[in-house]
């Protein structure tokens, strides 16, 4: 089956322009930024650190948003169990409702079954705690601390930071001016950069990651469609050019939907309508009655594509008896660039070196950053 590479443009698309409410943000972002500075001084020294008996390794960014994370904790998480390795992803699982998965959960648990199970509760050190004594899971060996750049209170031993290649992350202000979760000053206690969304290795955005991380990027990756999944009446899979030609109605629950539409577009669809859902998006029958399926129900329109997490919430609140269209849902895993090796090679040493010192960059030595 052909796989279809993720093009990204040579420049990403122009920054958001300023709300009326920019004003207001920017003080809000400097009182933010005091409050960030005293945490991390408090974690820096060590206060409130908690550190497990075994790897933890921590894959997370700088920005809110997606940044395509998922697919490079699903590929730590094989290239730990190619390595013979027994893991278990931890997770806060934002958006969950009581008694539900959240939607990245529930990816994984199907993904992964019991090879790699999923602990998912804001306190994640009490939970894997208590995973570990549990007698069907003692061999558990190593964590993956799923979003835990900014979750601080495990230590870990080995910090992966994804930097966007489509966004504007190194001109970009610290919340809620911005979209920024932490001073680009941050970067520097992370042990690796990964560069997610890259169509090639770029020697400008490596000097911005290595002026205030340190160093170049360890690896460049991409998202390749592997295979679309058809959902109807029947299940079928097929090659992502099956698109081609296709008018689509294009609903994405994610942070960045801008790099999805354009592999869409890529593949020779059209993009009829935009459904306008939020991040992690909880979809219910009514909204998909009233809101989702009239939009679908135009004849002009050939299917409705969505992504997997959002899948994951929509499937069983389908009546396929009345569903007028076929549903996409593309199949991605991550494609490198250049660094797999080198991204691999950290990720064994820190499950041999689990006991290594983590060095930390006092909060008040900044680098001067350039005006956004």
């Known amino acids: 089956m052909t796989r279809t ?15 009326p409410f920019a004003p207001l943000a920017v003080p ?5 930024r005091a409050v960030l500075r005293i945490r991390n001084r408090r974690y820096d ?7 497990l008996d075994r790897p933890v390794i921590s894959i997370g960014n700088i920005t809110v948003g997606g940044t395509g994370k998922s697919p490079l904790v699903a ?11 027994h893991p278990v992803i931890a997770m806060r699982g934002y958006k969950a409702r009581k008694g539900e998965n959240s939607d990245e959960e529930q990816e994984y648990i199907e993904r992964f079954g019991e090879r790699a199970p999923v602990v998912a509760t804001p306190d994640r050190a009490a939970a894997l705690g208590a995973l570990f004594i549990d007698p069907s899971h003692v061999r558990r060996d190593c964590v993956i601390l799923d979003d835990g750049f900014q979750h601080r209170r495990l230590a870990r031993d080995l910090d992966i930071v994804i ?7 190194f001109e970009d202000r610290v919340l809620p001016a911005g979209r920024l979760r932490e001073p680009l000053n941050s970067l520097r206690r992370a042990d690796a950069i990964v560069v997610s969304r890259a169509h090639a290795v770029d020697s400008s955005l490596s000097h911005m990651v290595e002026r205030y991380h340190g160093r170049p990027p360890v690896a460049w990756t991409s998202h390749v469609w592997t295979a679309l999944e058809l959902a109807g009446r029947e299940t079928a899979a097929v090659d992502p050019d099956w698109l081609r030609g296709k008018r689509v109605v294009a609903m994405f629950g994610v942070g ?19 459904m306008p859902v939020r991040d992690h998006q909880h979809y219910t029958e009514r909204f998909l009655n009233e809101e989702i399926r009239p939009a679908c129900a135009d004849r002009w329109i050939d299917a409705l594509i969505v992504t997997p997490k959002d899948w994951v ?14 549903v996409v849902i593309p199949r991605l895993q991550l494609d490198f660039i250049a660094g797999e090796d080198a991204l691999r090679q950290r990720i064994i040493e820190a499950l041999a070196d689990k006991d290594r010192t983590q060095t930390t960059v006092p909060a008040d030595e900044e680098v001067t950053a350039p005006s956004p």
């Open 5 to 19: 590479r993720t093009a990204i443009p040579t420049e990403p698309p122009p920054p958001p322009r300023p709300t």
């Open 28 to 32: 809000a972002s400097w009182a933010y």
């Open 45 to 51: 020294s060590g206060q409130g650190v908690e550190r």
């Open 75 to 85: 590929w730590t998480a094989q290239a730990l169990l190619d390595a013979g390795s």
């Open 163 to 169: 930097v966007d290649a489509t966004q504007h992350t």
């Open 256 to 274: 960045n939907p801008d790099p999805i539409e354009q592999q869409v577009r890529e593949c020779g669809a059209s993009i009829r309508r935009r």
């Open 313 to 326: 919430k929509l499937r069983s609140l389908l009546d396929w008896s009345r569903w007028p269209i076929t």
